[in-house]
């Protein structure tokens, strides 16, 4: 049995109706509609956010598929049968892109009844601290409706170290629940609201930010810089945490042309992981990239990190059927099984066992 540590099966019901400029997002939620404007527009490129563009396209594409359930299966069958799944919520009512057609409630409601029906399902709950009575979301999902976990996605706006976000840590603390978190920079999912208001939510940083010059992406990633868990993990030593993505194929790559660069995140991200010994890393995301299949082999001979990354696609957020066989066939054979089982077995195991039954 393995585990595929983090996708989603969100629908496109559940993204804000201003996710994407001028009314886009109205005309791409009909079928002419979404085959007119996605066909231009995939070839003329008019957006300086492209790829916000692409992900809303796949955002539909998928989501289109009919429930959370038919989403799913979508993505297990490239995967053994018994394998495992960390399905992530998103509750997207806080970027500033507008009102979200499903209520955040019904979208908790599906993905807890799919993970009763498939015990393969290992639900997450997304907190956004802006919610209001977001303790109470967080209690019914996980003694009610069987969620396992706890995601975070801080470039939507708040910072890892919010202070009301420390009564969810201590819930997840003390019932040994995981925590993963969003942690890439210059993700086209990120605040969209004013930039006046943006400024003001970065003000809520503990270090002092100078946002003169700093794009809307370069902004919204010093919400989601590894460095703010320092704090979380100085207060919750026993929280298990894990940073999504590895700090991003970007990272991966300027530490390949660039290897001395301390600011790096891919060389935070490994430095915190020897040091803190709840602290995992996912592979999601950015693995879809051949390139960095052999950094990953010799990554995992050192023995401080072997055993804490996790194996993880992030379906459906890169393009489908390619990336699934690249991650569930293409990256184990290069491995081999001995560290490919390190990853998508051993530590998840470790990862996400929890006390809750
Ligand atoms: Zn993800």
């Not at 907190?127 to 995601?151: A, N």
């Not at 202070?163 to 925590?179: A, I, S, T």
């Not at 460095?227 to 991003?248: Q, R, T, Y």
């Not at 051949?290 to 990953?296: A, N, R, S, V």
């Amino acid at each position: 049995m393995i585990y595929n540590s983090h996708i989603h099966t969100f629908k496109d019901a559940d993204i804000p109706r201003g996710f994407l400029p001028l009314g886009l997002v109205r005309i791409l939620s009909t079928k002419p509609g979404f085959k007119l404007i996605s066909r231009v527009l995939n070839n003329i490129n008019p957006f300086s956010d492209n790829d916000a563009f692409d992900r809303y396209v796949k955002f539909v594409e998928i989501g289109r598929l009919g429930t959370q359930e038919d989403i799913f299966k979508e993505c297990q069958r490239f995967y053994p049968r018994n394998s495992r799944f960390g399905v992530l919520a998103m509750d997207m009512a806080y970027m500033g892109a507008g009102r979200v057609p499903r209520d955040y409630a019904d979208q908790l409601k599906e993905l807890g009844k799919l993970g009763q029906k498939h015990p393969e399902v290992i639900p997450f709950v997304h907190i956004d601290p802006r919610r209001e009575d977001y303790m109470s979301v967080l209690k019914k999902c996980v003694e009610e409706w069987g969620f396992r976990g706890v995601k975070v996605y801080p470039p939507l706006g708040y910072f890892p170290y919010d202070e009301r976000m420390y009564p969810v840590y201590e819930y997840c603390q003390k019932h040994e629940l995981p925590v993963i978190t969003h942690c890439s920079p210059f993700n086209p999912v990120h605040f969209k609201g004013k930039k006046k208001e943006l400024k003001k939510l970065l003000q809520k940083s503990r270090d002092k930010i100078d946002t003169r010059g700093m794009s809307r992406k370069v902004m919204c990633s010093q919400f989601t810089n590894p460095l703010n868990w320092e704090h979380v993990m100085a207060d919750f030593p026993d929280l298990k945490i894990c940073l999504g993505h590895f700090g991003s194929s970007h990272y991966w790559k300027e530490f390949l042309d660039n290897p001395g660069n301390e600011a790096n995140w891919f060389l935070i991200i490994k430095g915190m992981i020897e040091k803190y010994p709840n602290l995992y890393s996912d592979i999601s995301f950015t693995l879809n990239e051949q390139e960095f299949f052999p950094m990953l082999k010799v990554l995992l001979q050192d023995t401080a990190l072997k055993p804490k990354v996790l194996f993880g696609s992030d379906y459906y957020m890169v393009e489908t059927e390619a990336t699934e066989r690249r991650f569930s066939i293409d990256l184990r054979a290069y491995l081999g099984e001995d560290d490919f089982m390190t990853i998508a077995k051993d530590n998840p195991e470790r990862f996400f066992h929890t006390k809750m039954k």
